[in-house]
Structures are given as C-alpha cells and as structure tokens.
C-alpha cells in the first residue's frame, strides 16, 4: 500500500439510502417542485433536475430526498450493461428504488473524489453484476460494502478530483458550445430557406439593393412565385429529396458467424450508436465488421460525410460519419450529390423531423421506408454560396470540439483508474493536464 494511503471496506466509510417511488394514483403526488430522477435522467457528472417531479406531499410516501453533496448510484436496470451511471446531487432531489444514495460518513473524504472513485471502478462494478429474474442488470449490496476503497490524504484527494473535473469542465463546455452552434446552424437554415431573407448585394440584385451593405431578399421586397411549398424566391425551385440524394439501407452479419466480425476494421453502426453518442458528428461505433461480413450481408459501405438516419424503433437519430462506414437494416443513409451540401441536407432533415415521422408505417413497429423518404419535397436554392461557406465554419467548429472531447475523454479514461488507484501519481503529469 502506498504511503499515507488508508484502505478501507467501502460500506465502512459510506452510508447507503435506498430511493422510492410516490402511488402513481395519487395526483397530489406528482407535477410538484422536487425533481424525481430513474434510471432515464441519471446520466452526466452531477444530477439536480428530472421532467418527472413530485410534491412534499409524497415524501414519507415512496419519495426519498438524496442531500446535496450525496452520489446517486444505479444498482437495477438493463441499463447496467452498457453503462454504470454514478453522479453527484447539486440540488435535493428525490429518486427510486433502482437508485442509491451514497454519502459520505468521514470528513477526511472529499466528496469530488469519491464521485471520482466510483467512476474509475466501474469495471470492478461491472465484474460483480448479476442479473434479476427479468435478465435486468443488478447490484448485491453486500458485495458493494466489501468493496475496498483506498483513501489519500485529503489534500490530494482534493487534488486528484481537481485534475479530473478540469478534464470533465473543457469537455463539458465543448458540449455547450457545440450546443450553441448548433442552434447558429439551425437559425442559418431557416434565414436561408424557411425566412427566405438571405442577405443580397447591390451587385447580385440592384434592382433591390442600392447601398453597399447587404439586405434580407424578403426584407428588400425580392419577388417570390408559388409552389406546391408555398411562396419560395423567383428562380428557387421545388424538388423530391431523392432526386438530391443517393440512399442506402444496411444490414447485419451473421452474428454467429465470427469470421465475419474478427478484426473487424469497418465501422458498423446500430441506431444504439447514434442515441448513445447523440452528436452532429460521429468518428467510431460500438461494433466492426471485416470485409467478409461486409461481402455476406447487406450492409453497404458509404463514404465520409453522408448523413445516417435512424428509420426504425427510434425514428430520427442522426449523425455525420467522419470516416467510410457502414450500418445495420435500422438505417436510411443519405450520400448528397452536387445539388445539396451536406450542410443543408442534415438542417433539413432536423427542420422536417415531424413530417418524417409520420410518413412512417408499420403495425410491429413504425419505420419510414426509402420508397417514401426519397418522395419528400425540398426547397433549392439559387446562389447559395454564402450560406455553403457560414454553415461549414459552423460545421467544422463542432467537428472540432467534437475531435477535442474525444481526445480529453480518452485521456480522463486513461488516468481515471491510474489515479485513484495510485498507480500513476499526480506530480507526474499535473502540469501536462492543467496546460
């Protein structure tokens, strides 16, 4: 054992609050003030509100409040096999009886680095997961308590847990603003071709424009004519999607067959990717096929930069692939010709979500076919040079971010079990990662 490290049974230095759940009967119990987190809303570092909240009414009937400070930890739900969420409460919230609440019971314990702790464990979590009657994921309480847990100094465990959150906070505020450029792109699009007052100049309109700075084409009183879209601008025009578009299902290898899948070096996405990932951008997936499965199935490849949609079960999730990829049968996959920039393609498809949605059919489950996808119309523009070159600037930055929190996240994950274990200590990179 390191020097000056204390080695204890986690269930000695913590103690552990089961949650609750309120009578759904019971009206005066719900639609209150008092965030009610599930499994669905426990994700991210630190957890303070729910769309699910109950009333003080329903506390000491079901409903548990987890104190500020407190980790609410997922011990039951299928969940558990892909992930082992664990945060931090920031505001009193209440929760269920999947949920845990872990406190601390030792002031030499700095609350960030046991949050830090349990995040770094996960795989010694994962070994110990057993499995309900229903095949949901499960904890056995008594073997969380025996779970040994090594404790610094609290000066360095409080320097410890600095290092990781300033890893987390960069990560997090590349999100928010990826979020924000986001909504720049969206705001762009729809100025473009839903507001139709894109900027124009005296030198492409002077019929419209006589000053030197540029003015919104409907602002100027540009000329619009109809179309089975309504009013666009004169010279625009109205066309199906799929005469823009090239679109791709997929499919699935034998699973059983493992020749199929060993060394896999071609991404294969599942729409589990693109609802766990849920970003613009996508530079990986969770499964790979090799060029033989690739042979064998109907998976098709696509090249960098086409737009995968979700088309069946969840309907709608979307991303840009980065490098050649393929995807399983649950996919409608857009590769735009020279008509569209991907830039467009992927606003529209956001802007038209509902529409899509309930082009879709089905009596197991509702998918939207290519057949009716590739009929949906779309606006063309003319002359759109400016929005091409503003949206991918906009687009680039969020790739950017994106790349940036691939690297952090790899290397928070790297140092995560090495530094709460001891293994790797802090004044060896502590500079490196603050820069």
């Not at 700095?110 to 499960?138: R, V």
Request: aromatic letters at 10%.
């Amino acid at each position: 054992m390191l020097k000056n490290w204390k080695t204890y049974k986690l269930g000695e230095i913590t103690l552990w609050k089961s949650g609750g759940t309120p009578s759904k009967s019971k009206p005066e119990y719900w639609n209150g003030k008092i965030p009610w987190i599930s499994a669905k809303t426990l994700k991210g570092r630190y957890v303070f509100d729910s769309n699910l909240k109950i009333t003080k009414a329903a506390l000491g009937k079901g409903g548990k409040i987890a104190p500020l400070g407190s980790l609410l930890f997922l011990v039951r739900g299928s969940g558990l096999y892909n992930d082992i969420p664990v945060a931090m409460v920031t505001k009193e919230v209440a929760f269920n009886q999947d949920i845990k609440c872990v406190m601390s019971k030792r002031t030499d314990m700095a609350k960030m680095f046991l949050l830090y702790w349990f995040k770094g464990s996960k795989q010694t979590f994962t070994n110990m997961l057993e499995a309900t009657s229903i095949g949901a994921g499960k904890f056995n309480s008594d073997r969380l308590f025996n779970i040994e847990i090594q404790l610094p100094p609290l000066k360095e465990q409080k320097a410890i847990a600095e290092i990781l959150s300033a890893i987390d906070d960069k990560i997090e505020n590349n999100l928010a603003i990826n979020n924000t450029l986001e909504e720049m792109a969206m705001a762009l699009y729809k100025h473009w071709f839903v507001d139709f007052d894109f900027p124009i100049t005296k030198e492409s309109h002077p019929e419209l424009v006589s000053g030197s700075q540029p003015v919104g084409y409907k602002t100027a009183g540009g000329k619009f004519i109809e179309s089975e879209l309504g009013m666009i601008p004169k010279g625009w025009e109205v066309k199906k999607i799929g005469d823009l578009i090239e679109t791709l299902g997929g499919g699935t290898p034998k699973t059983s067959e493992k020749s199929y899948w060993e060394n896999g070096n071609i991404l294969w996405y599942s729409p589990t990717d693109l609802t766990r990932n849920n970003a613009m951008f996508s530079f990986d997936s969770s499964k790979k096929i090799n060029s033989l499965g690739l042979s064998k199935s109907s998976a098709k490849l696509f090249p960098p930069y086409s737009l995968l949609m979700s088309s069946r079960a969840t309907i709608g999730a979307l991303t840009i692939n980065t490098v050649q990829a393929s995807t399983n049968q649950g996919f409608i996959t857009m590769i735009p010709n020279d008509q569209i920039s991907i830039y467009q393609l992927y606003s529209w498809v956001k802007d038209n979500m509902d529409l899509i949605i309930s082009k879709a059919n089905g009596s197991t489950f509702k998918e939207i076919s290519k057949t009716n996808f590739r009929n949906l119309k779309i606006i063309v523009g003319k002359d759109v040079k400016p929005f091409l070159k503003e949206s991918r600037n906009i687009f680039e930055k969020v790739e950017n971010n994106l790349k940036e929190n691939q690297t952090l996240t790899k290397l928070r994950d790297t140092l995560l079990p090495k530094l709460i274990s001891g293994e790797v200590r802090l004044t060896a990179f502590e500079e490196e990662v603050l820069q």
